[in-house]
């Protein structure tokens, strides 16, 4: 008998990767998907299973390799958030047309909120634009489930199969029965083909051909054919929902007393949608409504829209979260049933989100005002747990991964043009600098743009997790990697100012910032690797300095300078003495606060 255990979803998700004999996973970290590589890591030292693990520098990459590993006859997956498979889109395209030969998956998890993403695309739509078929599971033990699915549907047609958990899935958790480990022998290697593995044109048209056959034998696939979820039911309203919506919706049915008399259907494969359950529920039904998260993916490939009602008719919101009051009250629109939903309690005022404690971020921020005031300058950033600059004024601009070196070269170039001088400030962390920042940075060199680029380097992908960087050299098991340095690629980009410096040293790093300055005004591009490792990363303890302490002397006057400017959680006003205190607990003894008030009331002490 199988033991079962509660996990979470990204776990199950793992555990049915490794059940199912996947042998090459790769990652680029990304919220909500990022616990998925380390429980596969997890399962692979617990079951001593011969699977290469690995994170890469980024989506495109690692898309790249497991796609490799799966032409060459293994089952391979690639994981990754929604935003990510935008930088994957060019191989994913590629890949769908040329097809796989062990079982390809790619795990995109969408972010419907958005909780902690720019955008909240629906993958699914990538899905369709670059003709693969997607899974859609609603709860964790699903997402498990799916696995095995996906890789069946995979070899079946030889093509990419993307499943699509959401948030709410991701990190959900469920008692899940652990299965057997699927034992597949496959040492037939790579075969070459030219004429499908490095087609040219002719041979593209050809495999596009072939693609479009194949999207119509899996809309008849019975294996992925929506589920009715109210056998024997008689009705002329028909729900039809996926993905977590779908688990809100059973249990919604069941609770307003709907399920013997309105059909409810789960779709498993959003696209394509199976043809004989298009035909059967336009033919059957009178009125259709259909829930899904976060575009109307179904809803658009039912011809009849005079029948439907969703996010095309307005009766379901177009953007955001499904959650169970939402679809409760769409329900009982539609059915006409009587529902006593509660009201929502009001919102919490919550705190917004603030670098933490001793971030060597902050102190980078604090010094580039200092150095290069806001006033006179533009500040590009980037994505990552940094992005909270903003909250500093240090942030003028967030577009996605890499960008901020080329809007940094985009407003030089623009105001060159207008013949005006501005000081540009672009920041970029470590892991995005790998990931997306180097070719920005060759063209800006090889442009001629003139600004400061700081690399905000703590020696981890902070933000998702502390995952490994390029430059740590540890990989996703623990193991010793390569090591790649950061000052070497940017001086082999061509930049000739390239220094490194600890942003807890404000005074040094203020000028180091202000030399870098003068020389991008009058010699091009310089770059400051502001380099202090993170303090949630527990593998960085020797690195970091010995902590300092501090108090507020009988002179602060509460005027609230080091609270706005500096924002550190660590710093709270104090009402009632119209002071500023110091919060012990949260306190890390970073000392840089003692450069921030320009009164001096901040001062250091003797520890107690």
Known sequence: MSSRVLMMGNDAIARGLVENGCAVATSYPGTPASEILPAVVKWKKELSLPLHAQWAVNEKIAFE???????????TMVSMKQVGLNVAADPLLSAAYMGVKGGFIVICADDPGPHSS?????????????????????????????????????EAFEVPVLLRPTTRVCHASQDIALGDLLRIERNGGFRKEPTRWAATPKFRLLLHRGLNDKLKAMAVYPQTAPR??????????????????????????????LRDSCAVYQVLQPYPLHTDFMRTLLGTYDEILVLEE???????????????????????????????????????????????????????AGRRPSLCPGCP????????????PHSRSIYTSDIGCYTLGLNLGAIDTALCMGASVSQAAGFYHAYRQMGKETDIVATIGDSTFFHAGIPALIDAVVQDARFVLVVLDNSTTAMTGNQPTPATGIGACGDVTGKISIEGLVKSCGVAFCKEGNPYRVPHFVALLKEAREHSRTHGLAVV??????????RSKEERLPAVAVAISEEC??????????????????????KVRINRI???????????????????????
């Open 65 to 75: 390799i497991a796609f490799a590993g799966s032409i060459a006859g293994l089952r």
């Open 118 to 154: 720019q955008t909240e695309q629906d993958s699914r739509l990538m899905a369709m634009f670059a003709k693969v078929p997607v899974l859609d599971p609603s709860t964790p033990r699903e997402a498990k489930e799916f696995i095995a699915l996906a890789y069946e549907l995979s």
């Open 228 to 257: 009715l979820l109210s056998p024997g039911v008689t009705a002329k309203k028909a729900v039809v929902t996926s993905g977590v919506a779908a688990a809100h919706t059973k249990e919604i049915m069941d609770d307003l007393h």
């Open 294 to 348: 976060t575009t109307g993916v179904i809803e658009m490939q039912l011809a009849d829209r005079s029948k439907v009602r969703g996010k095309m008719s307005g009766a379901v919101p177009e953007a955001g979260e499904l959650l169970p009051e939402h679809i409760e009250r769409i329900i009982a629109d539609f059915t006409g049933a009587s529902a006593e939903t509660a009201a929502p309690p009001p919102a919490a």
């Open 361 to 372: 971020h902050r102190a980078s921020f604090f010094a580039i005002k200092k150095a290069i």
């Open 529 to 538: 690797i502001a380099r202090y490792p993170c303090l949630m990363d527990k």
């Open 557 to 578: 006057d509460g005027c609230g300078y080091c609270t706005k400017e500096f924002e550190c959680p660590a710093l709270e006003p104090d009402e009632a003495a119209k």
């Open 586 to 608: 949260l306190c890390t003894g970073c000392g840089v606060c003692l450069h921030v008030c320009p009164k001096r009331s901040i001062e250091g002490v003797e520890r107690a």
